[in-house]
């Protein structure tokens, strides 16, 4: 399995930006998608999360209303829309993928649940 996680940029406060993960070596629906993300001299965090098979999807309380994740499953492809961005948002945006059922609302951010992760995408915001 990979995860190829892009659509980073510089973006000024108050931009959007689209970032996507693609994931390959999947043979069904039967995984989920957390996005995390991590700015210098802090801890990684959970940002959004969705199951490929269905089900509401989770935010961070910093990111609700302004993030919205979706998915493509014959693309095997999902999008995180940012909007809104604030200097905060800034930092390096990573992808994780877990076998299975999809999370509980009080466990998708546990980083230890995943078994993949991409690469990262570094977002900047300026402000």
């Known amino acids: 399995v990979q995860l190829q996680a892009s659509g980073g940029g510089l973006v000024q406060a108050g931009g959007s930006l689209r970032l996507s993960c693609a994931a390959s070596?999947?043979?069904?629906?039967?995984?989920?998608i957390g996005w995390f993300r991590q700015a210098p001299g802090k801890e990684r965090e959970g940002v959004s999360y969705i199951s490929m098979s269905g089900g509401s999807p989770f935010y961070a309380s910093s990111v609700k209303g302004r993030f919205t994740i979706s998915r493509d499953t014959a693309g095997n492809t999902v999008y995180l829309q940012m909007r809104s961005l604030k200097p905060e948002d800034a930092g390096v945006y990573y992808c994780?993928?877990?076998?299975?059922?999809?999370?509980?609302?009080?466990?998708?951010?546990?980083?230890?649940?995943?078994?993949?992760w991409g690469q990262g995408t570094l977002v900047t915001v300026s402000s």
């Open positions: 994780a993928a877990r076998r299975g059922n999809r999370l509980i609302a009080s466990a998708w951010t546990e980083e230890k649940l995943y078994d993949y």
């Open positions: 070596g999947f043979t069904s629906d039967y995984y989920t």
